[in-house]
């Protein structure tokens, strides 16, 4: 696979962006569905739903550039809901906040599965390691939308200022993660 060829830095902010809403709505529907069958208090969904949907508008871009295959979106959904699923089963009395661990192990899982699909790339470790910083920092933007209840200000506004945050996300893992496909060596 030739991987000297470069993706523009917006075009890959702007697909991971809306593969971020993608996510979200898929996360929506898949808790929707789960609740409908009886299946609640997990956790699993969120990483299925995110992963799916940044990693497919990631691959829409990918596989203009690259021989990239659908399995960049599998390696994603298996690597998020894996770690996941492990996560959903142990205990609250054992570990009351999981979707940190989650995320870092999910994270770690799907950048190393991914990064088995990038060719003879000799910066494979760096795009699990930007992976990584990318999916945790994206969820520390949404974490922060527990502190905008603190606020003094106009329910209008903290509206906007959660919706803002929940979804600046995908910019974050635009911005983390795209100057491994921007700037190729």
Known sequence: MDMTQTIKF??????????????????????????????????????????????????????????????????????????FIVFDLIPSSMLAHKLPFSMLSGSLLSGILQSRYLGLDRRKKLWILLSVLAWCLATLTVFSVDYTKHLHAPIWFRFVLNLSLILSGGLVMGLVTGRYWSQRV
Not at 38 to 67: C, P
């Open 10 to 83: 917006k075009q890959w902010i702007a697909y991971n962006f809306i593969g971020w809403f993608l996510g979200a709505v898929f996360i929506i529907v898949l808790s929707g569905v789960l609740d409908s069958i009886g299946i609640e208090n997990m956790q699993f969904y969120l990483g299925i739903g995110i992963g799916a949907g940044v990693s497919f508008m990631q691959w829409i871009l990918l596989r203009k550039h690259f021989n990239i295959g659908f399995q960049w979106i599998s390696s994603a959904i298996i690597g998020m809901g894996l770690c």
